[in-house]
């Protein structure tokens, strides 16, 4: 990364910015999400001031189209918006501040583009599967489709339980049901 900063940092400054514009890249594509539109969010979440394409393409080494690209689904996902400055013809970027909101957003979006879908196909094979007289391999698949089915419905379960917690800004409602979840893990693995 060049070291021109997208604000007055010291070198330390500056070097933590690196780290975190890549550790936030490095985790978001473990979870599926594209690595360089998690870099952008990090650096617009990370700058003191809202920041031009040209400014990211620089900071990032980009393409304009993958700047372009990413800075459109970032909007999409109401993880950044754009904004204008006077005297200035340019579009500026800025990212939501609010670790809550983005939370939020982040669960609520991921439930829309794949939960939900992954649900609704699932539910419809299983339902086309038991449309009719099955044979015994035909109800061993159905079954473990149905499986699936109850896995999927879980993780919604699970986010759907987890969103009043987080809009409610309930971090210490949120560490209770992580340390509960701990120790049933803890307690199925003794």
Sequence with gaps: MPETPPVNLSDRGQRALDEFVLLWGEMASHWGINRTMAQIHALLYAAAR???????????QISRGNANMNLRA????????KTHQLGSRKDFFVAESDVWTITTTIIEERQRREIK???????????????????????ALANRVDALVE???VFEGFSNALLPLVRGRGGDQV???SKFASRLRRNDED
């Design 74 to 81: 970032l909007v999409d996902w109401d993880l950044v918006r």
């Design 50 to 60: 809202p920041l031009d394409t040209d400014e990211i393409m620089e900071r990032l």
């Design 175 to 177: 560490r209770r049901v």
């Design 151 to 153: 896995i999927v419905d």
């Design 117 to 139: 879908p992954v649900q609704r196909a699932l539910d419809a094979v299983s339902s086309d599967l038991r449309a009719s007289e099955l044979t015994q391999a035909d109800e």
